[in-house]
């Protein structure tokens, strides 16, 4: 069963107003489950709307979108999907263990098995020290994990994530890559993954879906083609060089054609 | 360790402290003030010592006023802000009014409450503090509440959480630091308008008064030490809403 299925889906900001926005039209996806795919494209091609409309904190203009089986309203209802985004979005006047109890408390989750969910999850991100401290005490990449942690609480099957890690520096920023990889291994978690960075969007997909601008649109779906669990060696693979050019092609493709009709934005 | 850090950070502002009232003291002997021009801190030590009980009998006059006023005002201001981020045209009319009423000294409105009640009546001054308060509690508990990150709240709406709980695990710890922030203002703002009030009439029992009434009968060292025991009712307020803070919020925010 695919975990998300995106049929035919427009998405206009303002309609009717002098500042419509045509934000995305006719986009068709499918993610199977356990699979690990990213959007790509420049800023204001869409790709956030496409995520939270998954997510159902938008509606959609006109289209489906189902999760698990159900629509995404349901999807939400039920807690189907976790999700981060680029600020970790902590809660500062909770302890990090009560910031990853947070989605288990709103299920109405009693004491003990929270605490014992929580600290399990610590164990996942390998910060089991940090369950009692603030999260201003933490570094940017550990506070990204906890956000993680928080967000597969509850093992949802979905996770949708909106550039985690595009604050944080580049080692650090490796370093999470493996981490995801690893921990969405451990859990069986779907990812849908927003970045705009070419090597981690192939480094962690199966399939990067490249988008363009105005209105959102999918130019170009990438198959990785990536075989066995990630490592330090993938980033020297011929096979890694190859849909990094694959997806700047899309990418490419597309900027060539706005400089033909005179819209070069970059 | 302890003590020395503690002598470190606190042994210049002492020091200049000190310094400053033997330059005082210094000055008016040294130059022989008048005791109507300036007095010798010396002689309003041994005043407010001697006719302590009366500074005190005053302070507990205007202290009380000031305190039923913050009270009474904190708990209009929090419960009016919650309505104000509840209903988004409400907050449209109250919020501009709120901010320019803070920028004018509304407490002469006391001369006029002073009419609606008995020439006694200590009602009047701890409305007029009650409604200084309310202001400044109102307009920053209100920017708690809505001002929060909309991460949060994208957050909360993909974990299917009600409007309610938003409000509790979301909105209302953001306003909690905004709270205080209002009570440090709000505290020494509800003893000085306590003091103010009392110009305009009523009893000649509080601070105010007194200072008033012994400078127009030019007892300046007694003025002097009801002065020195307004400074010490205006600190007593701020180091107890400063203490207050750091009770609550033991540890659970970036101080």
């Given at each position: 069963?695919?975990?998300?299925?995106?049929?035919?889906?427009?998405?206009?900001?303002?309609?009717?107003?002098?500042?419509?926005?045509?934000?995305?039209?006719?986009?068709?996806?499918?993610?199977?489950?356990?699979?690990?795919?990213?959007?790509?494209?420049?800023?204001?091609?869409?790709?956030?709307?496409?995520?939270?409309?998954?997510?159902?904190?938008?509606?959609?203009?006109?289209?489906?979108?189902?999760?698990?089986?159900?629509?995404?309203?349901?999807?939400?209802?039920?807690?189907?999907?976790?999700?981060?985004?680029?600020?970790?979005?902590?809660?500062?006047?909770?302890?990090?263990?009560?910031?990853?109890?947070?989605?288990?408390?709103?299920?109405?989750?009693?004491?003990?098995?929270?605490?014992?969910?929580?600290?399990?999850?610590?164990?996942?991100?390998?910060?089991?020290?940090?369950?009692?401290?603030?999260?201003?005490?933490?570094?940017?990449?550990?506070?990204?994990?906890?956000?993680?942690?928080?967000?597969l609480a509850a093992h949802p099957q979905l996770l949708l994530m909106d550039e985690p890690f595009g604050a944080l520096d580049e080692m650090t920023?490796?370093?999470?890559?493996?981490?995801?990889?690893?921990?969405?291994?451990?859990?069986?978690?779907?990812?849908?993954?927003?970045?705009?960075?070419?090597?981690?969007?192939?480094?962690?997909?199966?399939?990067?879906?490249?988008?363009?601008?105005?209105?959102?649109?999918?130019?170009?779906?990438?198959?990785?083609?990536?075989?066995?669990?990630?490592?330090?060696?993938?980033?020297?693979?011929?096979?890694?060089?190859?849909?990094?050019?694959?997806?700047?092609?899309?990418?490419?493709?597309?900027?060539?054609?706005?400089?033909?009709?005179?819209?070069?934005?970059? | 360790?302890?003590?020395?850090?503690?002598?470190?950070?606190?042994?210049?502002?002492?020091?200049?402290?000190?310094?400053?009232?033997?330059?005082?003291?210094?000055?008016?002997?040294?130059?022989?003030?008048?005791?109507?021009?300036?007095?010798?801190?010396?002689?309003?030590?041994?005043?407010?010592?001697?006719?302590?009980?009366?500074?005190?009998?005053?302070?507990?006059?205007?202290?009380?006023?000031?305190?039923?006023?913050?009270?009474?005002?904190?708990?209009?201001?929090?419960?009016?802000?919650?309505?104000?981020?509840?209903?988004?045209?409400?907050?449209?009319?109250?919020?501009?009014?709120?901010?320019?009423?803070?920028?004018?000294?509304?407490?002469?409105?006391?001369?006029?409450?002073?009419?609606?009640?008995?020439?006694?009546?200590?009602?009047?001054?701890?409305?007029?503090?009650?409604?200084?308060?309310?202001?400044?509690?109102?307009?920053?508990?209100?920017?708690?509440?809505?001002?929060?990150?909309?991460t949060h709240v994208e957050l909360m709406r993909s974990y299917a959480a009600s409007d309610v709980s938003i409000l509790l695990k979301v909105r209302?710890?953001?306003?909690?630091?905004?709270?205080?922030?209002?009570?440090?203002?709000?505290?020494?703002?509800?003893?000085?308008?306590?003091?103010?009030?009392?110009?305009?009439?009523?009893?000649?029992?509080?601070?105010?008064?007194?200072?008033?009434?012994?400078?127009?009968?030019?007892?300046?060292?007694?003025?002097?030490?009801?002065?020195?025991?307004?400074?010490?009712?205006?600190?007593?307020?701020?180091?107890?809403?400063?203490?207050?803070?750091?009770?609550?919020?033991?540890?659970?925010?970036?101080?």
């Amino acid at each position: 069963m695919s975990a998300v299925t995106i049929r035919h889906l427009d998405k206009t900001f303002n309609a009717g107003k002098a500042n419509e926005v045509h934000a995305l039209s006719g986009i068709d996806l499918d993610v199977a489950s356990g699979e690990f795919v990213s959007l790509i494209g420049p800023s204001g091609c869409g790709k956030s709307t496409l995520l939270r409309l998954v997510a159902h904190l938008l509606e959609p203009t006109n289209g489906d979108v189902t999760v698990n089986g159900k629509s995404a309203a349901q999807a939400r209802l039920d807690q189907d999907y976790g999700m981060a985004f680029q600020q970790a979005g902590l809660f500062e006047w909770r302890t990090v263990r009560k910031n990853i109890e947070l989605p288990l408390e709103l299920k109405g989750w009693d004491k003990t098995r929270r605490r014992e969910r929580a600290n399990e999850m610590l164990e996942l991100v390998k910060l089991p020290e940090f369950g009692d401290h603030h999260p201003w005490q933490l570094s940017g990449g550990m506070q990204q994990r906890i956000a993680i942690a928080r967000a597969l609480a509850a093992h949802p099957q979905l996770l949708l994530m909106d550039e985690p890690f595009g604050a944080l520096d580049e080692m650090t920023r490796e370093y999470m890559q493996g981490e995801l990889l690893r921990i969405c291994a451990e859990t069986k978690t779907t990812v849908l993954f927003v970045t705009h960075s070419i090597p981690e969007a192939v480094y962690l997909s199966q399939r990067v879906v490249v988008m363009s601008p105005r209105p959102g649109r999918i130019t170009k779906i990438v198959d990785v083609g990536l075989t066995g669990p990630r490592s330090e060696d993938t980033r020297n693979a011929e096979s890694f060089f190859r849909a990094i050019t694959a997806v700047r092609e899309g990418l490419r493709g597309m900027h060539a054609a706005h400089v033909a009709m005179g819209m070069d934005d970059r | 360790m302890m003590i020395a850090r503690l002598a470190r950070r606190t042994g210049p502002p002492v020091a200049f402290g000190v310094g400053f009232l033997a330059f005082w003291e210094w000055a008016v002997r040294f130059f022989e003030l008048k005791p109507y021009f300036l007095t010798a801190p010396s002689v309003i030590w041994s005043q407010f010592t001697d006719a302590f009980g009366l500074v005190r009998g005053a302070a507990t006059v205007s202290g009380g006023n000031a305190f039923v006023g913050l009270v009474a005002g904190t708990i209009l201001g929090i419960v009016m802000s919650f309505a104000l981020s509840r209903w988004r045209l409400l907050n449209q009319i109250v919020t501009p009014l709120a901010v320019a009423l803070n920028a004018i000294p509304i407490f002469v409105l006391v001369a006029v409450l002073n009419n609606m009640y008995s020439i006694t009546s200590e009602i009047p001054r701890r409305i007029m503090v009650a409604l200084v308060v309310y202001f400044i509690v109102l307009v920053n508990v209100a920017r708690g509440l809505t001002q929060v990150s909309a991460t949060h709240v994208e957050l909360m709406r993909s974990y299917a959480a009600s409007d309610v709980s938003i409000l509790l695990k979301v909105r209302v710890p953001n306003a909690v630091p905004f709270l205080f922030t209002a009570l440090k203002v709000a505290a020494p703002a509800a003893v000085i308008t306590a003091f103010v009030s009392e110009y305009f009439g009523g009893s000649q029992n509080g601070l105010g008064s007194r200072i008033a009434s012994n400078i127009a009968n030019s007892k300046n060292a007694a003025a002097w030490s009801y002065v020195l025991g307004a400074c010490l009712l205006g600190l007593l307020f701020y180091s107890v809403s400063v203490l207050l803070e750091n009770v609550v919020r033991r540890g659970g925010g970036r101080q």
